[in-house]
C-alpha cells in the first residue's frame, strides 16, 4: 500500500479545515508543507505561522519541505510551529550535515532532498542522518507542472544506494507530477511516499482520491 502525503499547498486556504478534515477521513499518512523564500526558488508560500495554525487542526505528522536559501536559520521556528519532519535541499547554503543534526537533535526527523538537475550523488554522504529523500520531479518553486520521466531512473538509482547501504532504512518520497495514473509506476521504481496535490484537492472528493492513491499497489 502506498503512502499518501496530500500537499496542502494545492488545497483552498479559505478553507484549510475542511481540506485537513478530507486529509483525515482519507487516512493520508502525513500532510506535505512546501515553504518557500522566493529566493531559493522565485515563489513566495507560508512561514511558520501558518505551519503552526495547521498544526493546531490536524494530528496527522506534518513533513515542511524548506526550499530556502539558509534553513538552518529558520529550522528552531519550524519545529517550535510544530514540524514533525524537516526537509532541506542538498543545494542550499551552510553545512548540511550541521544542519540535519540541528533538525535531529531537535527531536524531529530530518530529511533531504535535490533538484531534478542535481547529482544524486550530492545526496548519498548523508543517507544515513535522514529518515527520507525526497525526490524532486519537477523543477521546485510552482505547482501543476508535469512529471519528469527522467525520474524514474533517479529513484530507481536511489533505491539501490540505500538497500546496498546495510541498516539503512531511509524512506523515499517523490512530490511534482505525481499522479493516479502513474503513481503505480512511481512505487514501482522504489518509492515509499508518494506527494499530490493538484491530483487530490483539484479533484471534487479529495479524501476518495487519498484513498485511491493508498490502494495503488
Known sequence: MAKVAPSILSADFANLSKALEQCEDGRADQIHIDVMDGHFVPNLTIGPTVVKDIRKQTTLPLDVHLMIENPQ?????????????????????????????????????????????????????????????????VEPGFGGQRFIPESFDRISSLRRSIDSNDGCSTLISVDGGVK???????????????????????????ADTIRQFIAID
Open 73 to 137: 536559520q529558520y529550522i528552531p521556528q519550524f519545529v517550535d510551529a510544530g514540524s514533525d519532519l524537516i526537509t532541506v535541499h542538498v543545494e542550499s547554503s551552510g553545512d548540511m550535515q550541521m544542519t540535519l543534526e540541528m533538525i535531529r537533535d531537535a527531536g524531529i526527523s530530518p530529511g533531504i532532498t535535490l533538484r531534478p538537475g542535481t547529482q544524486l550523488s550530492l545526496v548519498e554522504p548523508y543517507l544515513e542522518l535522514v529518515d527520507l529523500v525526497l525526490v524532486m520531479s
Open 180 to 206: 493516479l495514473h502513474n503513481a503505480a509506476e512511481i512505487l514501482a521504481a522504489g518509492a515509499d511516499i508518494v506527494v499530490a496535490g493538484s491530483a487530490i484537492f483539484g479533484t471534487d472528493d479529495p
